[in-house]
């Protein structure tokens, strides 16, 4: 009879074998979306920017999207067209956008429903299970660039003709992204600018200070502008620019020329003379003299004429040495022509001077005179005679221009003897 193993091992050997069958079932699917959260950055108003989520199917089953829903102001999703299945292992880009309507931080969410099959127990087939993934939506609503000029507008008021005037002005940008400035033009007759060079970039709240420069070319009104070209929501910004040229002005001396006659070296000798302007305002900045025995005063530069006025000033002629001395005024300014005043004088030597005294004569016995100075009334004094004056009469060589001297006399007999001081006399020396 044939034998046969215990039909007990047979059985467990089966148990086994679907014990193992039931462990290594497949994993549910999963729906994981990247990236998670989703951050747009910023958004300038107006524009749309869109971002891609994708949605991954993670698990060992198919899983099926049946709803999509986007929540949060500006924030937008696609159509994934559901139902969608996505098996294990696969993925499925999911639209997202962002179009803020107004500046500021916003956040929002998009959720995502779907379901699986999930395995019964004992085996005995797959029941359906329902899950939800939700993604974060972040971004910032910004203003659009935008250029400002402060001021708008540039009038220049009246500039004469060969002159020039500068202004200052400055371009800010007020809204929220960069701009690029490209390009800067100024038109007109006479109007230019500086400081302000392109390419340049201006972050948000970010100027530039520049100088626009009035030069007239003609006596007349004149318009023009400038022209800043960029990236901004005003990509054109105009600067209006005006201004009037007035006539050069004319300067005038009055005498044109001077004569100061003859003056002692050491002395001096003034004249009046003025300055006057027409047709425009003059600016004289400095005077020129070319010989320094002449110099001018009573007038302080720069100074500015009026049209129809004038202002005083003093000629001197001061001689350092004798002869005929010449020279020249002339005057820098923004007038259209340049006087000159001519100057002349003559130098001559300075006269020598002396006091010359005299008193009564002592009678016999008298040998001589003695002569005794001071400067001041009563004395002291020092006597400026070398030997005795056989004569009642002395001439002192030695005085000196615009000093005042006080002299006394002594008699001197055979003996030696000398008398008293005689009364005071007094001499002015006229200057020079």
Known sequence: MKRFG?????????????????????????????????????????????????????????????????????????????????????????????????????????????????????????????????????????????????????????????????????????GGVSVTISQATATGPGFSFSGLNPPLT????????????????????????????SNASNPTLTIALSGIGTPQGQLAVSPTSQDFGTVTVGANSSKAANLSASLGNVTVTTANLNNSEFSISGITFPVTIAPGQSVPFTLTFAPQTSGTANGVLSFNSNASNSPTDTLTGNGVAPQPHSASLSWLDGGSGITGYNVYRGSVSGGPYSKINSALDPSPAYSDNSVLAGQTYYYVTTAVDGSGVESAHSNEAQASIPSP
């Open 6 to 174: 215990p039909p007990s091992t047979h059985v467990v050997s089966g148990l086994v074998l679907l014990n193992v069958f039931l462990f290594a079932a497949t994993a549910t699917g999963q729906l994981v979306p990247n990236p998670s959260p989703a951050n747009f950055g910023s958004v300038v108003i107006g524009n749309t920017v869109p971002q891609s989520v994708v949605l991954s199917n993670t698990g060992g089953s198919d899983l099926t999207i049946s709803q999509t829903t986007v929540s949060g102001a500006g924030f937008g999703i696609g159509s994934l067209g559901l139902p969608l299945t996505l098996p294990p292992g696969q993925s499925v880009p999911l639209p997202t956008t962002f179009a803020p309507q107004s500046s500021g931080n916003f956040s929002g969410s998009v959720s995502i429903v779907y379901s699986v099959l999930k395995n019964k127990s004992h085996g005995r087939g797959n029941l359906p299970s329902n899950g939800t993934t939700t993604v974060s939506l972040n971004g910032t609503g910004v203003t659009p660039g935008q250029l400002t000029a402060n001021p708008s507008s540039l009038n220049f008021g009246n500039v004469q003709v060969s002159s020039s005037q500068t202004l200052t002005d400055s371009i800010t940008n007020v």
């Open 202 to 229: 201006l972050n948000p709240g970010a100027s530039v200070t520049f100088s626009v420069v009035f030069a007239p070319l003609s006596a007349s009104s004149a318009s023009g502008s400038m022209t800043v070209t």
